[in-house]
Every structure is written in structure tokens, then in C-alpha cells.
């Protein structure tokens, strides 16, 4: 029942901006923490951001640190990455996730960054 529809990914030159977004349902959102990973071909899945139940906190990779900001929407139970100044090596899948879930995914939403 707990569900994720990620969403918003694109094509997106370097340096550009994007942002992505993931509708949760199926829990009570705003008791959640949630994250944003993301998984490159070849590799493994990454912790790229996480933001707190209300906003208030918020966590980057350094890879992310400065380009990225993680918000929420606690009403429309969304959580969204704001992405700029991109480069090639941010393309990847991205999955959102709430923090108490082993492994419980949606489909993901494809960034690629290229010219």
C-alpha cells in the first residue's frame, strides 16, 4: 500500500536546472522522514538528499551540497529536489524513499544531463 510515483525528470543541458518531484501515499506523510537517492547506470543507488518532517532539516551528499535543495509539501504529501547548475555525472535515476523502509521504492524519474 505504501506507494511512491516519482516524477519531473528530463533531458537538461550542463548547467542547467530541473526539478523532481515524488508523491507518497499509503502512510502518514508528515510523520515521515524522506530521502532522495538516485542510481547511475552501473552503480550502486546513493543517498543524495534528506529532509526532516517538517522542513526544518534538511541533509546533502557533498556531490549535492550547494546545487541541490530538498523541500516538502506535507499538504499534497510531495516531496521535491530542486537540482541546478547539473552536470553529467548527476544522471541517473532518482528514487525518493521514507527513512524506515528497507526497501520500498517506486519507478523513478531519469535525469540526463548532457549537451
Known amino acids: 500500500q505504501v506507494q511512491f510515483v516519482e516524477s519531473g525528470g528530463g533531458l537538461v543541458q550542463p548547467g542547467g536546472s530541473l526539478r523532481v518531484s515524488c508523491v507518497a501515499s499509503?502512510?502518514?506523510?508528515?510523520?515521515?522522514?524522506m530521502s532522495w537517492y538516485r542510481q547511475a547506470p552501473g552503480k550502486e543507488r546513493e543517498l543524495v538528499a534528506t529532509?526532516?518532517?517538517?522542513?526544518?532539516?534538511?541533509n546533502y551528499a557533498d556531490s549535492a551540497k550547494g546545487r541541490f535543495t530538498i523541500s516538502r509539501d506535507n499538504a499534497k504529501n510531495t516531496v521535491f529536489l530542486q537540482m541546478n547548475s547539473l552536470k553529467p555525472e548527476d544522471t541517473a535515476v532518482y528514487y525518493c524513499?521514507?527513512?524506515?523502509?528497507?526497501?520500498?521504492w517506486g519507478p523513478g524519474t531519469q535525469v540526463t544531463v548532457s549537451s
Open positions: 499509503g502512510f502518514t506523510f508528515s510523520n515521515a522522514i
Open positions: 529532509i526532516g518532517r517538517t522542513g526544518a532539516f534538511t
Open positions: 524513499k521514507r527513512s524506515s523502509d528497507q526497501n520500498n
